[in-house]
């Protein structure tokens, strides 16, 4: 038989919801496999699940039932005894009262009711049995369709091959079967329902899977089937075009276009003036949701509403009929949009308004429709393009005032790019698009064709004319209207319009490449001086990554080296943050974004990157320079947040990753002296984000290298002992106290080495190896204890949960197991500062008795050394716990112990009382309060370590088991207690554990919990420095009060969950806790009226005197809790 420790993995692999698709159905069928050859039996397998199948989690418990199954479903041919299947079978049929497992109790019943006679078939009773539990327990219109059409077909099946189990519920089968199926609609769920009605005259096992977009879809198909349909499908079309439903409409959109493609040019083109007048009118009567250009964002809006809709797809089919009549010599289809008379009269009215924002709204549809009409005309061909532009582009030039003898863009000159008179708003959209169009013409003419294009008179000579004095014209909108609020369109339209002339392809392109490399000059220029005209400088460096993006994607490489030179080069020119004004995330914004735009572009900006942090680290730690340090912040966070996550996305992030990784430590190995100001710890936060995300992004090869490279940096300081082969062992006290003492007195630059090595650690895959495991682990427990610095707990702490299960000590001279692991971090002190004895194991050696008075006479308190040892605790205890180690429960006893301060913890202080030091009673709160927090520690989730971006080792349910242990000795523990104080610092500790478990444990619970839930809020809530706790447990009853499966206990202590709400109404350290506590109480207003009707007069008083809060969201909800109260009526 297969050892359980071979397939269990494939269990939590198919039961964790958060698992690829693909990675579960591989789990699935290796246990389907292995039950199928005989290395593992059914029984076996439900035995070792019973967790899963049976825990409160609804997701998991979802789960595990699918899972079963699922492998049922998958060894339908393999024989099973009558006993497994009657077993299996009342195992299912009571699953169908658990809704969350439904859609897996379903299944196996199916599976179940599948089997053949000859390997082992359903009993007659068990399937009488599952009929009646299923007539009486399912409500199946109430379900969702899978689950719904799984009923029928369990329905089916019983009726088809267990007919004898209805025969017992007579009536009961007909009302039960006729409610299953009443008001059913899905046509899949109707076949089977046909068939249930109808099995036992003429069974049917035809599959049916229809929706409407299927029959939508088949319909088309038949309109455009045969072109003799073309008479009368043509007109219908059309007509349905002028309905009022909205669906109706786009369903004759889309069946319309599709028979243009079908029915040929010359019969479309019998009803192209039908067709052109039926488009036209659904165009021009859209009523937009949304103005043209939204004032408010940073980008026009388009929204996603049925007109939207109607109008995307009229313009398709306009597209469509265009493309099919493009090629015919007797209907020019273009000839009608041109000399339309409305068209004109549109095109008249509108392109002569200056401003946008006094264009009146139908205007403005006219005007949007005016141009799309166009812009979709001239992207068919080059003809239609060439006619569009006859007929419209000189007259577009006229109203801008713009003549073949105006300036052109010269970015070289003195010009101002002022005209006499604004621009008229109307004309500069239009010819926007119309360069939108010829563009996407360009982009989508093969290069063969190119020479076609450019001849006399056509789209591209006319656009190659006007090109230098239409790019000044648009850069005047730049200057003229930037600092108008009622601009931002004319400068929406001039940056866009400078976009689309900077990217057409090749030899199309219609400006010359001095105004090419002018525009390129301009919009930099916006970047670098207009950082106070946001929406300029957001359009204009937005314009700059699509034409980067364009470059890379149509491999310009003439146009590659001047956006490098130009806009590249002069945006990393930012980085020398001497010559510009623009604050430094902006900075940051515009050199991740233009790096964004393609690979090569990145690249370049990376090696600035580089080179910025090079510099400034310099001046940063050893010079001191507060502007360097705030520079290095911005730089690192830029690496953190912006190129590493895209190099991620698009590939090559490995030696990127690698070479920032080294290139900080090579700085750390140059700069010898470090002298770093108030915001030193900012910039070392900074640094360690930074390398630990490089870190964790980098395969383990590279990890050995970084490793490697940082613990060689480490050994060869003359500040650590770590070169000697055991520092640790002291031969008398004078050596042990001196050996503290030069560890207590680390240097800024030995403090940040080790720092940055511990996030080095904390980033490592499992399968890393580290060299002088021992001597490293050893080193940061003195660390712990003496300095209490988190990162180093935390490094520890991912150490021990990344510690791999077997060790391959050919590759690692100085490995160990994990139980050796523990054991030489529990022989560095943590019991001894911590315990006396009770929890100590005899094979553990502590630190003795001068090692830990030595820790105590260097830091100065003993309560201090307990609280560094609390802090490598917790995030041991951590590790530990996430990887499911038992020995997390002897930590979790130490820190509750802790919190029972009892003079248990006589030994630490007698020391430091014998060295003549009395601090020790004064932090003795704060050693509670620190036990207390690590138990959030514990529980949890954590973004600087121990999560899935740095390979931590998680364990299924963990949370769900840590608090199933703790929980009982917690309440115990709070109920003995005599000490006010204590009696607090275990709420604390108790309120970090139900506020970090998973709610589906914490109200299955909920009856034990609630009282001790409300004590704590009692108080906790009077410090403000619990408000975060208070608010946390207020959510936490709040989740129990509004889950249906809480509604028991709510009920309960209904009393006395309302008199805690009303004392929490005028809290005052945290709106959030007035607002949820009035929320948790208009809920209450929903429970049984003889319950909470003795409440009703004292909540109405108490809600009434806070509808005058200085909140107006309190405010808001006190007055709907007052109504919900108000309206009580039995």
């Avoid at 006094?358 to 393009?385: F, M, R, Y």
């Avoid at 109307?426 to 169009?437: F, I, R, S, T």
């Avoid at 002897?890 to 009892?902: A, D, G, H, R």
């Avoid at 607002?1075 to 008083?1101: D, F, H, N, W």
């Amino acid at each position: 038989m297969a050892n359980p420790s071979s397939w269990i993995p494939h269990v939590e692999s198919f039961v964790d919801s958060s698992r690829p698709s693909n990675q579960q159905d591989a789990s699935l069928d290796a246990v389907a496999a292995l039950l199928k050859n005989d290395l593992l039996t059914i029984e076996t397998l439900v035995r070792e699940m019973e967790m899963y199948l049976t825990t409160t989690d609804n997701v998991i418990r979802s789960r595990g039932v699918l899972l079963l199954a699922e492998v049922l479903k998958r060894i339908i041919s393999k024989p099973l005894d009558s006993a497994t299947i009657h077993s299996l079978m009342g195992f299912f049929t009571s699953r169908l009262a658990d809704w969350q497992a439904l859609r897996g109790a379903l299944l196996g019943c199916l599976a179940l009711l599948t089997r053949k006679t000859n390997v082992g078939r359903v009993l007659d009773s068990d399937s009488t049995i599952l009929a009646n539990s299923f007539l009486q327990t399912l409500q199946v219109q109430s379900l969702a369709f899978h689950d719904r059409k799984l009923c029928f077909e369990v329905l089916a099946c019983l009726l088809d091959h267990y007919p004898d189990a209805f025969v017992a519920l007579g009536d009961h089968l007909v009302y039960g079967i006729c409610e299953s199926i009443d008001e059913e609609k899905d046509p899949r769920c109707l076949m089977i329902t046909f068939h249930i009605v109808e099995s036992l005259v003429k069974p049917n096992k035809d599959d049916f899977d229809v929706t409407r977009d299927d029959l939508s879809r088949a319909l088309m198909y038949a309109f455009s089937s045969t072109p003799f349909f073309e008479p009368f499908a043509i007109p219908l079309l059309l007509d349905k075009l002028s309905s009022s439903l909205p669906q109706a409409k786009l369903d004759s959109l889309k069946y319309l276009s599709n028979c243009t493609l079908h029915y040929g040019m010359e019969r479309i083109g019998k009803h192209a003036k039908s067709i052109w007048s039926s488009l036209k009118d659904s165009i021009c009567s859209f009523d937009p949701k949304q103005p043209l250009f939204s004032l408010n964002s940073n980008l026009p809006e388009d929204t996603a509403s049925k007109e939207n809709e109607i109008t995307k797809e009229a313009l398709k089919c306009l597209q469509s009929v265009m493309c099919q009549l493009d090629r015919s010599n007797d209907v020019s289809f273009v000839s009608l949009i041109v000399e339309d008379e409305e068209l004109e009269m549109i095109f008249k009215s509108t392109t002569r308004d200056r401003s946008y924002k006094d264009i009146p709204i139908e205007s403005k549809t006219k005007l949007h429709a005016l141009g799309s009409i166009l812009s979709v005309s001239a992207k068919v061909s080059n003809t239609c393009c060439n006619r569009v532009f006859q007929s419209f582009f000189p007259r577009l030039m006229d109203i801008l005032g713009i003549s073949l003898g105006s300036p052109s863009l010269d970015c070289n000159s003195n010009d101002n790019y002022g005209f006499i008179e604004k621009l008229k708003f109307g004309a500069l959209y239009v010819c926007v698009e119309l360069l939108d169009a010829c563009r996407d013409l360009a982009v989508g003419t093969e290069e063969s064709l190119f020479q076609s294009i450019i001849v006399q008179d056509s789209w591209f000579s006319f656009l190659q004319n006007f090109s230098g004095p239409l790019a000044r014209a648009f850069v005047s909108t730049l200057i003229t209207t930037g600092n108008l609020e009622s601009g931002e369109a004319d400068i929406y339209c001039g940056v866009k319009g400078l976009q689309i002339l900077a990217t057409f392809p090749g030899l199309l392109m219609p400006t010359s490449n001095t105004s090419y490399e002018s525009i390129l000059k301009i919009l930099v220029s916006v970047i670098t001086t207009c950082c106070d005209k946001r929406f300029l400088w957001k359009l204009a460096l937005k314009a700059l990554v699509e034409i980067g993006t364009f470059i890379e994607k149509f491999h310009e490489s003439g146009k590659r080296i001047s956006y490098i030179n130009i806009v590249v080069e002069e945006i990393l020119m930012l980085l020398s943050f001497d010559n510009y004004d623009m604050p430094l995330p902006l900075r940051m914004e515009a050199i991740s974004s233009i790096g964004a735009a393609g690979p090569s572009f990145m690249l370049r900006v990376v090696q600035g990157l580089e080179e910025a942090i090079s510099a400034n680290f310099l001046e940063a730690t050893v010079k001191g320079n507060l502007k360097s340090v705030e520079i290095l912040i911005c730089l690192q966070e830029c690496y953190s947040s912006h190129v590493l996550p895209w190099f991620h996305k698009t590939g090559g992030a490995e030696e990127v990753a690698l070479r920032f990784a080294v290139n900080i430590w090579d700085q750390m190995e140059k700069n010898l002296t470090f002298n770093i100001g108030i915001q030193g710890q900012v910039l070392l936060d900074s640094t360690m984000t930074a390398m630990r995300l490089a870190v964790g992004g980098c395969m383990q090869e590279n990890q050995c290298l970084i490793v490697q490279k940082a613990f060689d940096l480490l050994i060869s300081t003359t500040s650590f002992p770590l070169k000697e082969s055991d520092p640790f062992s002291m031969s008398t006290k004078l050596e042990g106290l001196k050996f503290y003492q030069d560890l207590s007195s680390l240097s800024c630059r030995d403090e940040w080495l080790i720092l940055l090595f511990a996030s080095v650690l904390i980033a490592l895959r499992p399968q890393t190896p580290l060299p002088e495991v021992r001597v490293i682990l050893k080193f940061f427990m003195v660390l712990i204890l003496l300095k209490g610095h988190i990162p180093v707990a935390q490094a520890v702490g991912s150490m021990i949960n990344k510690w791999p299960v077997k060790i391959n000590t050919m590759e690692v001279s100085s490995s160990c197991t994990l139980e050796e692991a523990l054991e030489i971090i529990f022989e560095m002190g943590l019991h001894s500062v911590l315990d006396n004895g009770p929890l100590r194991k005899s094979n553990y050696m502590d630190l003795s008795r001068e090692s830990v008075s030595n820790l105590c006479l260097i830091v100065g308190s003993s309560r201090l050394v307990q609280i560094h040892a609390i802090v490598g605790l917790a995030w041991i205890g951590k590790g530990l716990l996430m990887r499911g180690h038992d020995k997390v429960k002897e930590i979790s006893l130490l820190l509750l112990k802790c919190l029972l301060l009892n003079g248990d913890m006589e030994m630490v202080t007698s020391m430091v009382d014998t060295v003549g030091n009395g601090k020790g009673q004064d932090t003795q709160p704060l050693l509670a309060r620190s036990a207390a927090d690590a138990f959030h520690v514990l529980l949890s989730d954590s973004k600087e370590c121990l999560n899935k971006k740095f390979h931590a080792t998680i364990r299924l349910l963990y949370k769900q088991h840590f608090f199933s242990t703790m929980m009982p000795i917690f309440l115990s523990s709070i109920k003995e207690s005599d000490s006010s104080t204590t009696r607090a610092m275990l709420y604390r500790a108790f309120g970090h554990v139900i506020c970090s478990a998973p709610l589906v444990a914490v109200v299955s619970e909920a009856k034990k919990l609630i009282p001790s839930l409300l004590d704590g809020l009692s108080m906790l809530s009077p410090d403000i420095l619990n408000k975060d706790l208070t608010y946390s447990l207020l959510l936490v009853l709040s989740g129990i009060i509004m889950d249906e499966n809480g509604k028991e206990a709510i009920l309960e202590y209904a009393h006395g969950i309302i008199i805690h709400l009303i004392r929490l109404l005028s809290y005052p350290h945290m709106m959030l806790v007035r607002e949820t506590a009035i929320q948790c109480l208009g809920a209450m207003s929903g429970l049984p009226y003889v319950r909470i009707y003795p409440m009703r007069a004292q909540v109405l008083k108490s809600v009434s005197k806070i509808l005058d809060d200085k909140k107006r969201n309190v405010r808001l909800e006190a007055s709907r809790c007052r109504q919900a109260w108000a309206s009580l009526t039995s």
